[in-house]
């Protein structure tokens, strides 16, 4: 699919994690692929493991990024956040984009699953795009998921609210 059909909100999204070449980068809730594919590009030794619990999701990102894949710098896992495999300190950066569970189970696994998963001052973002027909809660509950995050032990709260999405920047502890 050419750039062009990346949404704004996902450019946003994924303008926000300033990524460098080595990041090892998780995605939760990577849709059609389309942050895959604008991340991929920026990594060389880094990679990027993009899940989501739909089994189509994960279909239709391994398709529009196959040659990533090839090249070993994407992985896709049909899997929800809290059934990650252990990946204890692994990754550099997590982020999701519209993935509902952080504000609508605020006390689940998935914050703890992310604590684990992220080096010592890895970053996360939880962002929600625009549409509020699509998340109408969304941006009232940042203070949430950050009071939830930083119980959790991650550190550096900062709330989101733009015109081009809202969300909640952490760092791990």
Do not use: Y
């Amino acid at each position: 699919m050419p750039a062009s059909s990346i949404p704004d909100r996902v450019r946003w999204a994924v303008g926000l994690l300033d990524l460098s070449a080595a990041d090892r980068v998780l995605e939760i809730g990577c849709g059609p692929g389309a942050a895959a594919e604008l991340i991929c590009p920026q990594l060389d030794s880094g990679f990027l493991l993009a899940v989501d619990r739909s089994g189509r999701a994960a279909a239709r990102t391994r398709s529009r990024n196959a040659s990533h894949v090839a090249a070993g710098r994407l992985k896709v896992l049909e899997a929800s956040l809290a059934q990650l495999p252990d990946s204890a300190g692994l990754f550099d950066v997590a982020f999701s984009l519209n993935v509902n569970v952080f504000w609508t189970d605020p006390q689940g696994p998935e914050l703890d699953v992310l604590f684990r998963s992220l080096r010592p001052d890895g970053r996360l973002a939880i962002l929600f795009g625009p549409d509020p027909g699509h998340h109408p809660n969304a941006a009232d509950h940042e203070g949430v998921i950050a009071d939830q995050a930083l119980h959790r032990g991650f550190r550096d709260a900062r709330t989101l609210r733009e015109k081009r999405g809202t969300g909640v920047l952490l760092r791990r502890s």
